[in-house]
């Protein structure tokens, strides 16, 4: 018999739907690291994002009964987790400023080991110059690997717009690693 | 820069080219492609580096309790619609055969089933029950409270139909900030009847549409329809 971890997405969602409410939890731990960083990348603030990912996840939840399968649930979580996220940022006052202690920390760990590992930091930090949508598009297509369409659907964009704006970002991207003088062997800059 | 044909056949190239995808044919096409143009080509160069980075990128973990924490605050098993509903179904037989004549006036029995979720999660089901129902004002007190949750923060309530109806389904406006799920069985004419409805956002504290279903024949809805119009606002005062 198939275990719940080897379950996929769209059969623990139908466990879910069945009663078993605990299956959900699987469905949680799955997914919380990359929502969790996909608002963090957005929101800039841990606890912000800590708690936008939790209202995602019960609002999935809450939601399931309406879950249409014809995109990944990852893709449909995802959805939220923009949303949620652009809510909150557009909620903010525009004059706030993030204090230091509030950005997002890497682990200082992770500055003292090496030159590439230096590197992934500090582009993490250069994409924190992105807007908060190229930021989560970026984040969704290179390291989740997000097929096009599902990022239409997350996006709530068309696929020629998914493209064209990720070529966008991903120049915009190059800029600022120029202006900070990110330099990896080849050179971005 | 190039055109935006031009990025949208660059994209699909390189990133098959990243993925391992692409062909033969589609890889020439890439190579001129970058050989006609330098920006692209310097594009095609940091994409594979960022590519790399990005993938690289550390991520961070949310807290260690994450996953509890959500699983406390999603609602109990026996506040789905599910099983909301299969409560329903069982009170709708009893209550078909007690509740008789017009829709005002005679006896006539709504049941409101409320799940309700406070700002923190807190939750509490609260099984509404009115008696005698008067279309000038609906009061009832909590009948059943099988899985409560002792605490009660709403004082008032109200129900909002529309009679911009199409079909069988019904816009409500239900601006309650504590209501999840609304069921209301009962009689019309001798004919049974049912309406659920369902919220179709989660988060509390919104004013959202409902989607009200009705179910029965042809003739009672139509009717329905018309008296639903006449309750149009109504206050509910919870106790």
């Known amino acids: 018999m198939k275990s719940r971890t080897d379950a996929t997405d769209a059969e623990i969602v139908q466990e879910c739907l069945a009663g078993d409410r605990n299956a959900f939890g699987v469905l949680v731990d799955r997914h919380k690291r990359v929502i969790f960083n996909v608002a963090l990348q957005m929101l800039k603030n841990r606890d912000d994002a800590e708690d936008a990912a939790q209202c995602v996840f019960i609002r999935a939840y809450e939601r399931l009964g309406s879950y249409k399968p014809e995109y990944k649930f990852f893709s449909w979580i995802y959805r939220m987790t923009v949303n949620e996220s652009l809510n909150r940022i557009r909620g903010r006052r525009e004059t706030t400023e993030l204090h230091e202690s509030m950005l997002v920390s890497q682990p200082e760990e992770a500055t003292k080991a090496t030159t590439d590992a230096d590197l992934e930091d500090r582009i993490g930090e250069a994409m924190m110059d992105l807007t908060p949508e190229d930021r989560a598009l970026i984040l969704l297509r290179h390291y989740q690997e997000m097929p096009y369409r599902d990022l239409g659907y997350v996006f709530e964009i068309p696929i020629k717009t998914v493209k064209s704006r990720l070529f966008t970002a991903r120049r915009r991207l190059c800029e600022i690693c120029r202006q900070r003088g990110i330099t990896p062997t080849g050179g971005l800059a | ?239």
């Open chain 2, 1 to 239: 820069m190039s055109d935006a044909n031009t990025v949208d056949r660059f994209e699909t190239l390189i990133q098959g080219q990243i993925d391992g995808v692409i062909s033969d044919a589609e890889a020439q096409e890439l190579k001129d492609l970058l050989a006609a143009d330098a920006s692209l080509a310097e594009h095609a160069e940091a994409y594979h580096q960022m590519v790399g980075l990005v993938k690289g990128m550390p991520l961070q973990d949310p807290s260690a309790d994450f996953t509890n924490r959500v699983m406390a605050a999603i609602p109990q098993p026996e506040m789905s619609a599910a099983s909301l509903a299969a409560r329903s179904a069982g009170r709708a037989a009893d209550r078909a055969s007690t509740a008789r004549g017009s829709f005002f006036g005679t006896r006539f029995r709504l049941a409101y089933a409320f799940s309700a979720v406070a700002m923190l999660a807190v939750a509490a089901i609260f099984v509404f029950q009115l008696a005698d129902f008067d279309p000038q004002g609906a009061t009832g007190t909590i009948v059943s409270t099988p899985d409560a949750v002792q605490e009660v923060t709403v004082g008032s309530a109200e129900l909002i139909i529309s009679p911009t109806e199409t079909g069988r389904q019904i816009q409500a406006i239900v601006p309650l900030d504590l209501i999840l799920d609304i069921e209301v069985t009962g009689t019309l004419a001798s004919e049974e009847f049912a309406l659920s409805a369902e919220r179709p956002l989660g988060l509390p504290g919104r004013d959202e549409a409902y989607v009200i279903r009705l179910t029965g024949s042809g003739d009672m809805m139509t009717t329905l329809r018309s008296e639903l119009g006449e309750i149009a606002k109504k206050s509910i005062e919870i106790k």
